[in-house]
């Protein structure tokens, strides 16, 4: 069964239909997704009780549910209920959740079909794809670039359409930089839009459960599946975007798009003169397009910022992986030895190096000097935020100005007057907004994705410019072949 291009909604209609059969798309997906575990893009496959899921299913056909019978890769730091859950760490090795998050659940009460889970830069920490414990996972167009991360996994199989969608979490720019680099559909909802019950934190203050797809409309489906408070969730809320899939396209031509011009005159000539081209298609179409200001200060402070703020955060939520209280145990002669060992056994070396630096944030005189100034300085980057929406309803930033780079140039540093191209997807985690990458640009079968933003809880306006300019670009649906 050749499957692997089709979207969530052609699926569907096939199953409804009766052209394919739950089960039979299910043992496709499985097959599919075997002949890839070499990649280390999958940490665990949940094949028998998928099977015994589907069977299930067939008996009663939901013909009302669009994900009824879909198959769909989890991020494995989503807590599955009887399926093992590691975050791609070796000292959660073993850890089998007793319950589902919040998100798993309200997928699988859709019918969607928990394949296995995705592997990710260990704890969410990375935005390589170098950093699971169970390997490294490069880009599927080209195994000498990387894939992005930390969704690593989860961006891999949805580019090679092993599945149509699979979930993610955002910190930094952990779905919409992987989605640019793979020329896929990634979305980072507003934070508490999807409940985090059952995700393993890096950072709350910034964490966001979101999702990978090929096409905006598959997006709007699978969001609609998932929005809303939970009582699980203290930072969750009711958002207001709902039956999303039925107004995508609904995008006023009232709205106003903007961009900030020392952002894109940054970039290289190609995409630079690529954006202004779009923008001009935009007036074209009949929407206003205009430049915002924004502190070039605060841009240059962005990476700085992030690490003050995410890696105190993550020592602090991650502190109960001892050995002890949670976590796979090493020996030791008393338990100050055996958290040691636990952790230095547990822990691989990007981890270790975050928890340093968090912890010497977290220091009681450092608080004041680092991290304190640091949450200041993102309040002030939120007042700006704040200034660009009410000129502006989309802002549309690049999630980055050139294809993935090869592994070795991971280690080379930009240029500093334009380092800051590198964190500028942060902006939306900061205040919270609706952020989603889409395919741009294409160089080969690699991308450059764009970048679109709307002001908090603005989810369904967000995905309707995507749609818009989704169908102006015209690039969508794309797998990379074998």
Known sequence: MNYKKLSILELHNKIINKEISILELTNAVIFEANKVKSSNAINKMNAENAIAFSKEMEKVLNTNSLLYGIPYFAKDNFATKGLETTSSSNILKGYIPPFNATSISKLEDKGAVLIGKAALDELGMGGVGLYSCNGIITNPADDKRIVGGSSSGSAYLVAKGIVPFATGSDTGDSIRKPASFNNIVGFKPSYGAISRYGLLPYSPSLDTVGFFTRNVTDMAIVCDATFGYDTKDATSHENNSKNMFEKIEGLSKAVKFGYIKKVI???????????????????????????????????????????????SESVSTNANLDGIKFGRRSTGTDYVEIITNSRTEGFGEEVKQRFLVGALNLNKENQTIYLNKAKQVRRLIVEELNKVFKEVDILIIPPTDKVAPLIEETKIKSTPEKEYLNDILTLANFNGSPSITIPFLKEGKLGIGININAKPKEDLLCLQAAKMLEDIIGIKNEIVED
């Open 265 to 311: 005159d940054d970039l290289n000539e190609d995409v630079k003169n690529a954006y202004y081209n779009l923008f001009e298609t935009l007036k074209s179409n009949g929407f206003e397009v205009k430049e915002v200001e924004f502190k070039q200060e605060l841009l240059d402070s962005l990476s700085a910022i992030y690490k003050m703020i995410s890696f």
